[in-house]
């Protein structure tokens, strides 16, 4: 049985229990993360899982990779202690700012840079950005087959993975050779939780930093510089609640309340 | 925000357990309360996550990890289930003293599935004497060969009823001064002679089971003596002030927070008088002496532990993190259901069930006008 090695792209996000927090910096049109502890995107965690889950069947190594500031690192631990073996931080100052485009491209620079493998599974989507467009993207510049939305993966033999893809209304069986780029939602798996000796093992597990003269990668292709992506204008919805108190007999209310909901477009005419 | 400096391992080992909690115990915490039941499974499961033998090296089947890091652990589990935690704290009563006193045999013997989740741990010191007086202990240890033949009935026993490995102190002698001599066993549950009798019906921290132990004519060969014969007395202080006691404080600092958060969330929601209760003073005061008993609590606790992972005696530092975070607790439950009003009353709202479990982390590991004792005798030495 061929030992497989998968390559897991994860992202540091900030915690979506704290969203209420974050904010939008007019000038830069870029969210306000400060104070706000990060996470794991939790769609990653599915992907952490389908890897480890693979390795567990067929045995092999499971990698992180992920584009981030140097202080990821704890992320990467994270991901270590769940079960991976090894992590790659691509850090670089020159990379804050990308867009999907750009750290895509860094996530191809360091995955080519680390070598052969069999798989490169990603969440389909961030809980921050939800672009859904790097896993793709990814695929595209590593010249991979790429597949989302996936949620089961089996190895159908030594070089050929079978998936199962959620389409709208239904889903389709796919199969694709070794290597590829492989995008899974949320109900691919239940991410295990991560236990005590998990923790005391990641400490000894490698986390190797490549900056971008390492990646040998250009400035201009990536951060804002090499971000085809620029927001427009950027406005700020205001919520504002009004109670509107409806009095009569209960049959009156209720025409008046249908009448309000019909005006508000909540029912239709 | 944090108070206290924990290190990235601890803060990764915070948010693990609270994800475990928040999936795990959170939505039985009010089942394990009403029904005063003790989730077996849901234990297994804690060992497999290592949480069951968190302080026992690796090489006995542990996680490898400190005390601190224990108290981490009962912290979060006890913010939503004061009485889940106090079954993991005397577990782990069971666990240290084995680990504490056992020769090589022992703890190879029993520490891998105590800490693996497959048995559980007991300590069983207290009698109907009383608790923290051991010299008047009354159940007895005779000497027959090589075997032993104890006699006698422990009681205000957690885990009583489901512990599969207890640790029980009986007399077996008199030392020089003419005091009592006490022994430690291992005993087994299904050990002949060696039964749970009366199950306590607790008011606090459910989920733990507190009863009798029913100890008649229980044989017990050498290699169950735990420590050295006539020496138990120390196993007793020592598992009971530097394991015991900063456990109860952790669970009381769970209390504490589990007030401050609860008192916090109640008063921004509740909107009375047009405004939420937040924007009255008097509420203000509230949540503003919740969250100094919260800080000054786990700032004692946390101190008293840290002291015992490097490795030096913490039993008065203990006594006083025991003392102020029990009281503290009770207080801060007191001042969360006036906050509340009518809700604070009502079931559907933990508030009252924090005040049950404060109340009754007071006599678990020695009251304390007993903690009193022990701090006031450090100070007058």
């Known amino acids: 049985m061929k030992e497989r090695r998968i390559l897991v792209c994860i992202k540091p996000v900030p915690d979506p229990e704290h969203y209420d927090k974050i904010g939008i910096d007019p000038a830069s049109k870029t969210l306000v993360r400060s104070g706000i502890p990060a996470v794991i995107n939790p769609n990653d965690k599915n992907a952490i899982e389908a890897a480890l889950e693979i390795r567990e069947y067929w045995g092999g190594i499971v990698e992180l990779v992920s584009m981030a500031p140097p202080d990821a690192e704890e992320k990467l631990r994270e991901g270590l202690a769940m079960g991976a073996d090894k992590a790659y931080l691509l850090s670089d100052r020159s990379f804050a700012g990308s867009d999907t485009l750009a750290t895509a491209r860094v996530l191809a620079a360091g995955i080519a840079k680390i070598g052969s493998f069999d798989l490169v599974i990603t969440g389909s989507e961030s809980a921050d950005g939800g672009t859904t467009n790097v896993s793709p993207q990814l695929g595209e510049m590593l010249g991979l087959p790429h597949v989302c939305n996936v949620e089961s993966i089996t190895p159908q033999n030594e070089e050929q993975w079978q998936l199962n893809v959620k389409i709208e209304e239904g889903y389709l069986k796919v199969e694709g050779p070794t290597p590829m780029v492989v995008g899974v939602n949320d109900k691919i798996n239940t991410p295990r939780y991560t236990t005590v000796m998990g923790i005391m093992e990641a400490e000894d597990k490698e986390v190797v930093i490549w900056s971008a003269a390492d990646l040998e990668i250009d400035n201009d292709k990536v951060g804002l510089t090499g971000s085809p992506t620029q927001p427009g204008d950027l406005h700020e919805p205001k919520l504002q609640r009004a109670g509107k108190l409806l009095e009569g007999e209960p049959e009156v209310v209720v025409d008046k309340l249908i009448r309000l909901l019909r005006q508000a477009g909540v029912l239709n005419a | ?381």
Request: contains cysteine; negative net charge.
């Open chain 2, 1 to 381: 925000m944090s108070i206290i400096q924990f290190d990235k391992k601890q803060e990764m080992l915070r948010r693990t357990v609270r994800e475990f909690v928040e999936k795990e115990i959170v939505p039985i915490a009010t089942e394990i309360d009403e029904q005063d039941t003790f989730p077996e499974e849901l234990f297994q499961k804690m060992g497999q996550m290592g949480y069951n033998g968190i302080f026992v090296p690796r090489e006995y089947g542990g996680a490898g990890m400190g005390y601190t890091e224990r108290a981490i652990l009962l912290e979060e589990i006890s913010r939503h289930s004061a009485g889940l935690a106090m079954a993991v704290m005397t577990h782990h009563l069971g666990v240290a003293a084995i680990l504490d006193f056992g020769t090589e045999e022992q703890k190879k013997k029993y520490l891998p599935d105590l800490c693996a989740g497959k048995k559980i741990g007991g300590l069983a010191v207290t009698e109907p004497s009383g608790g923290s007086d051991l010299m008047g202990h009354q159940s007895t240890g005779e000497k027959i060969g090589e075997d032993w033949v104890l006699n006698g009935r422990k009681c205000f026993i957690t885990n009583s009823h489901v512990a599969d490995v207890s640790v029980v102190t009986v007399r077996t002698g008199e030392d020089a001064k003419g005091r009592p001599a006490l022994s430690g066993f291992i005993i087994e549950k299904g050990n002949e002679g060696f039964a749970p009798g009366h199950k306590e019906n607790k008011f606090g921290l459910r989920g733990s089971i507190m009863g009798d132990l029913n100890i008649n004519d229980c044989h017990v060969s050498g290699e169950a003596l735990l420590g050295q014969e006539g020496k138990a007395a120390k196993i007793a202080l020592s598992t009971i002030g530097g394991v015991g006691r900063p456990g109860m404080a952790a669970i009381s600092v769970g209390i504490l927070r589990a007030c401050l958060e609860e008192s916090v969330k109640f008063a921004k929601e509740r909107v009375i008088y047009g405004k939420p209760l937040a924007k009255v003073p008097a509420i203000q005061s509230i949540i503003a002496k919740n969250r100094i008993d919260y800080e000054a609590g786990m700032l004692l606790t946390y101190q008293a532990i840290g002291i015992k992972d490097t490795g030096e005696r913490s039993d008065t530092q203990s006594a006083i993190a025991k003392h102020y975070t029990t009281e503290a607790a009770v207080l801060a439950a007191k001042r969360t259901i006036d906050l509340m009003g009518g809700y604070g009353c009502v079931n559907e709202y933990p508030a009252g069930r924090y005040l049950r479990d404060a109340m009754t982390t007071i006599p678990s590991g020695g009251t304390t006008q007993i903690m009193e004792l022990v701090i006031a005798g450090a100070s007058l030495a």
